[in-house]
T-cell receptor
């Protein structure tokens, strides 16, 4: 138990569906991340939120839409996805020392949401 | 060429052996992470390093900033150590992490 909870753990959706992935952290951290892990590829950073503000968008297609309503919750809204978007989506959190400085905190990951797009 | 290279890609060992996994990087970093990923996907952070050496139980991680190289050592390996070990570097002055492709370790009894 890392203190970061992701739901659902598994999701199958059609290309026309709209679904959301949810991440919740109980660690009091102020930074949250979405990562994508495709088969046989390194983890790829998608989005970073620090103090509820998006600080990184790693050229992610607009069919992925993040939302961070507060420091404890992070969502990834999915719509009109493609089969190649099938992957493991991992959420992580960390503690940033000071606003405006790069985050040097240790990462805590959720178990991931395995997404299959048909 | 990836900015973060790990070697070997695959590693098998007998229980009790000493194991070394290497990570080299080509960018300026503020920190380096070693992560462990078990089948099923969950990732656990093992170490975060910015200099020197850290030890936790049977695991030791070292980093040489000048040579841009880090190693993860496992002493007295055990089958439960079987997992994918991932090196990740945090780019200086950013929140961006770049990951290696991982080293798949299998330890046999």
């Amino acid at each position: 138990e890392t203190g970061v909870t992701q739901t659902p753990r598994h999701l199958v959706m059609g290309m026309t569906n709209k679904k959301s992935l949810k991440c919740e952290q109980h660690l009091g951290h102020n930074a949250m991340y979405w990562y994508k892990q495709s088969a046989k590829k390194p983890l790829e950073l998608m989005f970073v939120y620090n103090f509820k503000e998006q600080t990184e968008n790693n050229s992610v297609p607009s069919r992925f839409s993040p939302e961070c309503p507060n420091s404890s919750h992070l969502f990834l809204h999915l719509h009109t996805l493609q089969p190649e978007d099938s992957a493991l989506y991992l959420c992580a959190s960390s503690q940033q020392a000071l606003v405006g400085l790069a985050n040097t905190g240790e990462l805590f990951f959720g178990e991931g949401s395995r997404l299959t797009v048909l | 060429k990836n900015e973060v290279e790990q070697s070997p890609q695959n590693l098998t060992a007998q229980e009790g052996e000493f194991i070394t996994i290497n990570c080299s990087y080509s960018v300026g970093i503020s920190a380096l992470h070693w992560l462990q990923q078990h089948p099923g996907g969950g990732i656990v952070s093992l170490f975060m390093l910015s200099s020197g050496k850290k030890k936790h139980g049977r695991l030791i991680a070292t980093i040489n900033i000048q040579e841009k190289h880090s190693s993860l050592h496992i002493t007295a390996s055990h089958p439960r150590d079987s997992a994918v070990y991932i090196c990740a570097v945090r780019l200086m002055y950013t929140d961006k992490l770049i990951f290696g492709t991982g080293t798949r370790l299998q330890v046999f009894p």
